[in-house]
């Protein structure tokens, strides 16, 4: 516990009249509710008039029935934010909406753009004024110029995919069409599929599920995708070596989900399983930390023979109405989303599994939990290496200073956590993981593990400077 979720996005193209896509689109966001818990929103183009509704809090929070009637058009695209550029406000809620010579568009944008100040200040050097502090607003401001002076659509985002560098899945509404981009290096996840005609995209295939349609593809790495009244086609810009982020296997996606023909569920239980082969205990049960520790908790428990048994009860409604803790209660306020079941734990010598560790605050919280419940012994054991490098690619991995990891051993860190032994996955074994062979070449981003950035250069730049998608 700790990293928080990206963002997601959903888009849809009727071609049908348009009836009933707010509710796809609803029903596509609520599955997505687990990429992002602060704001949502829905844009809906009706006959070019875009009419958009976002607020802060989640999904079912936000829109009500009512609102989704008003919600009517031929085309949609939505959004829910976690953010990690821009503070959480109403007003960096998206979809974005940008008025422009050549008429209205709409954005929906899921990663973060490594060289976001450059563009931002070119823009405001040329008399650009933004209204958020989010760099889904220089996507749009950039995509709107493009488009003044381009023959279509397609051809802006082509142009601006070009300029932009780093990490994004995008949805770009215009008066007749949805486009959807994928970056280079695929490191978002983004999926295509179709609902009784209509074309669908969304960042995984647990929405496409959700709204009824049925799974066609994933958007290839670098590919720009034009839905309009004509069908689909495609333009491919140049992609460069495959890295999708492999933290959306550890604990991002949904385990239903399904990205670039892997499954989650299946990652994540091979996960538990190397655990046990990689850090082998004697134990009474396995637990699993809700929700994404619980899967590698069933792979440990198959590969160990060990127990596994539910030992936490997660509170799954702690939405915007939520109050957060004075600073001085803060440390313990893990309690109001988790607490450990005693008659599961007590006189127990407990395996629990998490997806990572950050700064080590929350375990330490967890494991003390565990012990005040009557466990016996705590064995941590951990379904992601340790981090050691922050992301700038729209995860929220913190600076290096902030990171247990690159102050203390493993050793130090159990001992700081509280636990009896403490083990993490072994950084050779992703391949394993993910179902790839030992010595196939990788195709997912490891840098917040390893260093290795997509673009080595950029790393080196971003690691130096401070990083530009970190927070404004």
């Known amino acids: 516990m700790g990293v928080h979720e990206e963002c997601g996005v959903y888009g849809i193209y009727s071609r049908s ?14 599955a997505l509710q687990h990429r992002g818990q602060e704001s949502c929103g829905i844009a809906v183009n009706n006959d070019a008039e875009i009419i958009c509704l976002k607020d802060m809090g989640l999904v079912g929070e936000v829109f009500t029935p009512d609102k989704l009637d008003r919600l009517k058009g031929s085309i949609a695209i939505g959004h829910v934010r976690y953010s990690t550029t821009g503070a959480s406000t109403k007003e960096n809620a998206q979809p974005l909406v940008t008025h422009y010579v050549k008429g209205t568009i709409s954005i929906a944008h899921n990663g973060n753009l490594t060289n976001c100040n450059t563009l931002r200040r070119e823009l405001e050097d040329n008399g650009a004024i933004f209204q958020t502090t989010v760099d889904s607003e220089v996507i749009a401001y950039m995509v709107a110029g493009e488009r003044a002076k381009s023959p279509s659509i397609e051809v802006a985002v082509e142009n601006v995919m070009r300029r932009i560098e780093g990490g994004y899945a995008l949805l770009v509404m215009s008066p007749r069409k949805l486009i959807a981009a994928r970056d280079p290096y695929g490191l978002k996840p983004l999926v295509m599929g179709e609902l009784n005609g209509d074309t669908v995209f969304a960042s995984e295939t647990c929405a496409l599920v959700a709204c009824g349609a049925t ?5 290839k790495p670098g590919e720009i995708v034009i839905a309009d009244e004509n069908g689909v086609t495609s333009v491919q810009t140049p992609a460069r070596r495959k890295a999708g982020c492999v933290f959306e296997y550890i604990y991002f996606a949904r385990p239903d989900s ?27 049960i396995v637990i699993g930390v809700p929700e994404s520790g619980i899967d590698a908790a069933l792979g440990f428990s198959q590969a160990s023979g060990i127990p596994y048994v539910k030992g936490f009860v997660k509170n799954n409604y702690v939405g915007r109405t939520f109050i957060k803790p004075s600073q001085e209660q803060r440390a313990d306020s893990v309690r109001i989303k988790l607490n450990p079941i005693e008659s599961a734990v007590k006189g127990k010598r407990v395996v629990m599994t998490d997806d990572s560790i950050v700064r080590g605050t929350t375990i330490a919280n967890i494991v003390r939990m565990l012990r005040q419940a009557g466990a016996l012994e705590v064995h941590v054991r951990i379904s992601s290496p340790p981090f ?10 913190p600076s290096r200073e902030k990171l247990i990891a690159c102050k203390y051993s493993i050793p130090e860190i159990r001992d700081i956590i509280g636990a009896d032994s403490l083990g993490y996955l072994d950084i050779n074994s ?43």
């Open 215 to 219: 799974y066609i593809r994933d958007v």
């Open 430 to 472: 992703l391949n394993r993981m993910l179902g790839l062979r030992e010595n196939e070449e990788k195709i997912y981003c490891d840098a917040c593990f390893t260093g290795d950035y997509p673009n080595e250069q950029t790393g080196i730049d971003l690691l130096k400077g401070g990083g530009e998608a970190l927070e404004k």
């Open 17 to 30: 009249g348009g009836e009933g896509i707010s509710r796809a689109c609803y029903y596509g966001l609520f």
């Open 388 to 397: 050691l490098y922050p992301c700038f690619y729209g995860t929220d991995v």
């Open 258 to 284: 399904v990205i670039d023909g892997i499954s989650v569920y299946d990652s994540r239980i091979e996960a538990g399983k190397l655990l046990y082969e990689q850090h082998p205990v004697d134990a009474d």
